[in-house]
């Protein structure tokens, strides 16, 4: 199947054959390459060229074309951190944050991920899976072409390798890649609150092997932070996946500055995530390593949050992911177009800083960047089409807004 898209007003994120595609760091995040009147072909799914329209050559035979004029057209969202497989939604602790309880508060009454745990035990495989596709699809529509998945609302063997099940089949049917993380040590359940190292036991004696053997996980997540897991017990767990050649990508300073990011480094952690709570410490260990930080404005606007200090990454030099941490609790939205604006209005990321830290800079956390997130010869034909939309500032300018008409998987 060759698709033309044609007479495009702005193509973006255009990679020659011979470019690396590296993570955008500091000054480099606002480099938006791009072309104007152009054209892409897609065959069999991949890029199979692009360039400006006077270099077309008209020809040749396509199966379809898709006249892409007054459009912006750009690789699709990357989603490096969703939790997009749950039970229940939790609108009730929404409310009780608007009367005054903190999301910590919550946790350490039971509720909180423990909510979420119970609910999940409770459901099916089955339903599950539909309710995440029902998500999946959505995401995809709203843009989002490639995504990561934890478990983490198990807390037990079973129900652990229920989501991690779920999300294989996922991975199976979907139209857009995913990755998915094991993130056992989400939270301690209840009757383990005062005996760490059991949970901590069954999570290296009986879920890690398992995982391992059946492929389940592509990566390790652990929730790095005070009333969770602590930085021993989170270098623990990061020990025993490295020998099942499980890579970390962890939670860390959300709450406070846990110490995650530093473990997270020590680890060589593909990526830390949240970030809420940084200062010149995290910047430094983070400057010394390839570890990348990955933002989640979403649940710092949803939590009432103060947001992570993007400009003072940049400025130090340091490359940005953004990523929806769509969760029942923290962040119910995997709009990344949402993202955008929130990381252009609250952190005063550039438009462009955006658009890097949601694509290419995302794809590098997935280790997919060879295949994914940019404009370029062989690359997934994975791409959005904006029509109407002359100028990338009008996606996070447009906020609540969703200007994209068309997705290419
Ligand atoms: O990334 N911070 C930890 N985990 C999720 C929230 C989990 C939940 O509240 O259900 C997050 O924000
Ligand atoms: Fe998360």
Not at 151 to 158: I, N, R, T
Not at 202 to 222: G, K, R, S, W
Not at 327 to 353: D, H, R, V
Request: proline share 4%.
């Amino acid at each position: 199947m060759r698709i033309l898209i044609k007479n495009i007003k702005k193509l973006l994120q255009t990679y020659h054959s011979n470019d690396d595609v590296v993570p955008l760091k500091g000054q480099a995040m606002k480099n938006l390459p791009f072309l104007e009147n152009a054209f892409v072909i897609i065959d069999n799914k991949r890029i199979l060229d692009f360039g400006e329209m006077k270099s077309l050559n008209t020809e040749q035979h396509f199966d379809e074309e898709i006249d892409a004029t007054n459009s912006l057209v750009m690789p699709g969202y990357v989603d490096s951190h969703t939790h997009l497989v749950h039970a229940t939604t939790r609108e009730d602790e929404f409310v009780q944050r608007i009367q005054g309880a903190s999301y910590a508060e919550i946790a350490a009454n039971g509720g909180g991920i423990l909510n979420s745990a119970a609910k999940l035990a409770n459901c099916s495989e089955d339903d599950l899976y539909a309710s995440a596709w029902q998500r999946l699809q959505k995401a995809i529509a709203m843009g989002t072409t490639t995504i990561e998945i934890k478990s983490g609302y198990g807390l037990s063997v079973a129900s652990e390798l229920k989501m991690l099940r779920v999300i294989a089949r996922l991975k199976e049917n979907s139209p857009i890649p995913i990755k998915a993380s094991l993130l056992a040590a989400h939270a301690y359940p209840m009757e383990y609150k005062q005996n760490h190292q059991g949970y901590i036991d069954i999570i290296i004696n009986e879920i890690l092997p398992v995982v391992a053997a059946e492929q389940l996980a592509d990566y390790m997540d652990v929730f790095c932070e005070e009333g969770f897991f602590s930085v021993a017990e989170t270098s623990t767990l990061l020990n025993a996946a490295a020998k099942y050649g499980l890579k970390p990508k962890i939670h860390a300073n959300q709450l406070a500055a846990s110490g995650g990011v530093q473990v997270g480094v020590l680890h060589n952690a593909i990526s830390v995530d949240h970030l809420e709570c940084v200062g010149q410490a995290e910047v430094d260990a983070l400057l010394n390593s390839n570890t990348l930080p990955v933002l989640l404005p979403g649940a710092a606007y949803f939590l009432g949050m103060h947001y992570q200090p993007a400009r003072m990454l940049i400025d130090a030099g340091l490359p940005i992911v953004l990523a929806s941490d769509y969760n029942p609790g923290s962040c119910p939205s995997y709009n990344m177009n949402t993202i955008q604006s929130l990381a252009c209005t609250q952190m005063k990321m550039l438009p462009s800083e955006a658009l890097n830290a949601s694509t290419i800079n995302a794809a590098c956390t997935l280790e997919l960047q060879h295949e994914i997130g940019v404009i370029k010869k062989g690359y997934r034909a994975n791409i959005c089409i904006l029509k109407d939309v002359h100028n990338e500032a009008l996606i996070p300018y447009a906020f609540g807004e969703n200007l994209i008409s068309q997705v290419l998987v």
